[in-house]
């Protein structure tokens, strides 16, 4: 399995769902300030909650309209000794993470991921860390798999 | 082996009360109105309420002293600490990165040291394990059980005589002529002297106000130039400091190697000694500031897993200060095995790669310009140069970006604000690599390459800009050979 993979479908599902959740945190916060306004009658409050109202609605449509342009430009090749994910059209960007240098992988699902049935990677090297979005659980197996396989083959990638 | 569990050395307590004086302070200070009411409502002299509580406060520090113990067994090292929340650590020896062991002056007749010992855990507070104060004894049995257990069992009798290893030596201490030269061309004095500068137009703005109504054009003269002198004084005295600083910072530095292990020493007032196995740096660099360039000056760090070394915040572990540049690679080769034994002919980039660098910086440097014209207007225009100190920086850049693949090693050269650093990284060390390119440089067939490096806690991104884009798939193509 070396030809690059999209993220599963569903991932667009999960942004969405994100999406809409932060929106309604930023709203949310907008409401109470003007929930305390009537209260207190304190005249920043408003600005404060207009401002996150604006944020709300900007991060909305920014993040509904991005979903189609991060599932296209976002792919993930699993080869037999290295992780390469590739994202960005405008800013294109290849990364390599060569499996020997892998020091843990961590498969972790959130309530939105779960209910899509999906899993987050996290890959970490001695230095830095990688995020995979989703990946159905197969994926998720056949990456630890191949990861302790190698851990046993390689000795020398101490730090 | 000893496996009983051995106490901090007692003058610790006054350590661990210097290391505390601000919440000490604030506390007598916070404490100074209530005590004194208190104090005087019981009918006891307040100096007496006062002694109470630095008497407890002393006491504090001695049960963090009585708690605070440590063990060295066979294979691991524990310490234990902490009065309520009870810490124990523990440090297998062959996790060990480095030793670092630092000796105040008037801690040399007593034998006493401050040792930390850093393992390649990302702990973010500081090293993982710090025995404030010890004999010189403890260090030596740590690093004997440490080289001891790399090494095929020696036998028991033997391990005195290991103390002192006399094979595969090799030694090296600063020139004094060369140290005075790298004192002298520390990049490090121009914010000084800039601060020094600020406080002189301070002065200057201020004195005229005063002098305006009273005092005749003669005197104003003479004022300006006893000003002068002040400024002059304050760039002498600036340089003076950052000499001196540097001065007695690498005051004596040596390196030595035995038995795979590297061991710095420098300092003047302060002894400061690291231990680290040579296997465990992952990359070497070779940095030079423009004025050092021009002296044929070099300077050799190492890049590991520990924030051991130079500077608490840089993570930079010295091995070479100062060496003239065509003598590194002699130097160094003794002690690093796998470093390269001359320097290489590295590529560089096409001069029309440049103008990318030049603009970048100039793009920059704009964020400064404009705020200043659009707020100060005509006087705005003084901040011009800053565009071109800015394209200077973008073309020095250029100029010193290279690389070159050497058998298992990945060399890589940048240039930032006015200093060169050449990365030696061997292949097994790069973590995780990246190609980045944007729309427009399909176009112009260039890209970047990025590789990471551990670093002290943290991960050092090595990048080379707009190089040509077959050049870049070459090299990432490199870096994917397991």
Redesign the interface.
């Known amino acids: 399995m070396n030809e690059s993979n999209h993220l599963p479908a569903q991932i667009k599902t999960v942004w969405r769902i994100s999406a809409i959740f932060n929106t309604l945190l930023s709203a949310g916060v907008g409401v109470a300030g003007v929930i305390i306004h009537y209260f207190f009658n304190y005249q920043w409050l408003l600005y404060a909650a207009g401002f996150f109202f604006v944020v709300a609605i900007i991060d909305f449509v920014v993040e509904m309209s991005l979903v189609p342009y991060r599932y296209s430009f976002w792919l993930y090749t699993l080869s037999d000794?290295?992780v390469e994910l590739r994202s960005g059209?405008?800013?294109?960007?290849?990364?390599?993470?060569?499996i020997?240098?892998v020091q843990d992988v961590t498969l972790s699902a959130g309530p939105i991921l779960q209910s899509q049935k999906l899993q987050e990677v996290r890959i970490t090297?001695?230095?830095?860390s990688?995020k995979i979005d989703g990946v159905k659980p197969e994926v998720g197996e056949q990456l630890r798999k191949q990861i302790m396989k190698l851990a046993v083959e390689v000795r020398?990638?101490?730090? | 082996m000893t496996s009983n569990q051995q106490h901090l050395n007692p003058l610790s307590i006054i350590y661990f009360i210097f290391r505390h004086s601000w919440d000490t302070l604030l506390l007598l200070i916070i404490g100074s109105g209530p005590i004194t009411r208190w104090s005087t409502a019981i009918g006891i002299a307040p100096l007496l309420g006062f002694s109470v509580l630095v008497l407890l406060i002393i006491l504090w520090h001695t049960v963090r002293y009585l708690c605070f113990t440590f063990e060295i067994d066979s294979d691991m090292l524990t310490i234990n600490s902490g009065i309520f929340v009870k810490r124990h650590t523990h440090i297998p020896y062959t996790r060990i990165q480095t030793i670092q062991h630092t000796q105040w002056f008037f801690l040399v007749p007593f034998h006493l040291e401050k040792l930390q010992i850093e393992t390649?855990g990302h702990d973010e507070h500081g090293p993982e394990a710090v025995l404030p104060l010890v004999n010189e004894r403890v260090r030596a049995e740590i690093e004997r059980q440490r080289t001891g257990n790399a090494e095929p069992a020696p036998a028991a009798e033997h391990l005195t005589e290991q103390l002192k290893p006399i094979p595969e030596h090799a030694d090296y201490e600063i020139n004094p002529h060369e140290l005075n030269i790298f004192a002298l061309t520390s990049l490090g004095v121009f914010p000084i002297i800039g601060a020094g500068f600020a406080v002189y137009g301070k002065i200057q703005e201020a004195i005229p106000q005063k002098l305006i109504d009273s005092l005749t054009a003669k005197l104003i003269h003479q004022s300006a130039i006893i000003l002068g002198a002040i400024g002059l004084l304050i760039v002498i005295i600036s340089i003076a400091g950052s000499y001196l600083t540097i001065v007695q910072k690498y005051y004596r530095f040596r390196l030595n190697s035995t038995n795979d292990q590297l061991k710095t020493e420098q300092g003047l007032f302060q002894r400061n000694s690291v231990t680290i196995p040579i296997?465990?740096i992952?990359a070497l660099r070779i940095k030079q500031n423009v004025i050092r360039q021009w002296c044929h000056i070099s300077t050799v760090q190492a890049l590991a897993?520990s924030s051991a070394g130079d500077d608490e915040k840089s993570n930079d572990l010295m091995i070479l200060p100062v060496v003239k540049t065509d003598r590194v690679f002699d130097t160094l080769h003794p002690f690093v095995n796998w470093a390269p034994t001359h320097f290489s002919q590295l590529d560089h980039l096409a001069k029309r790669a440049y103008w990318y660098f030049i603009r970048n910086a100039t793009l920059i440097s704009l964020v400064i310009v404009l705020p200043c014209l659009y707020l100060f207007k005509l006087w705005g225009l003084l901040s011009l140069p800053v565009v071109v100190i800015a394209a200077l920086m973008g073309w020095y850049s250029a100029a010193n970006t290279g690389w070159k693949i050497v058998n298992d090693q990945l060399i890589l050269q940048d240039g930032h604000f006015f200093t060169r650093s050449q990365y030696v990284i061997p292949h097994?060390?790069?973590?995780?690599?990246?190609?980045?390119?944007?729309?427009w440089m399909?176009h112009t067939k260039l890209a970047h390459i990025r590789v990471?490096?551990?670093?002290g806690n943290?991960?050092?991104l090595i990048e080379i800009r707009y190089l040509p884009e077959a050049v870049g798939q070459q090299i990432?193509e490199w870096?994917?050979i397991?």
């Open positions: 000794d290295a059209f405008i800013f294109r960007k290849l990364v390599s993470i060569p020997a240098r090297t001695a230095s830095t990688h020398n990638n101490d730090v | 390649a296997a465990r992952q897993a097994k060390n790069i973590q995780s690599f990246l190609f980045v390119q944007s729309i399909t990471n490096v551990r670093h943290g991960n050092q990432f870096l994917k397991r």
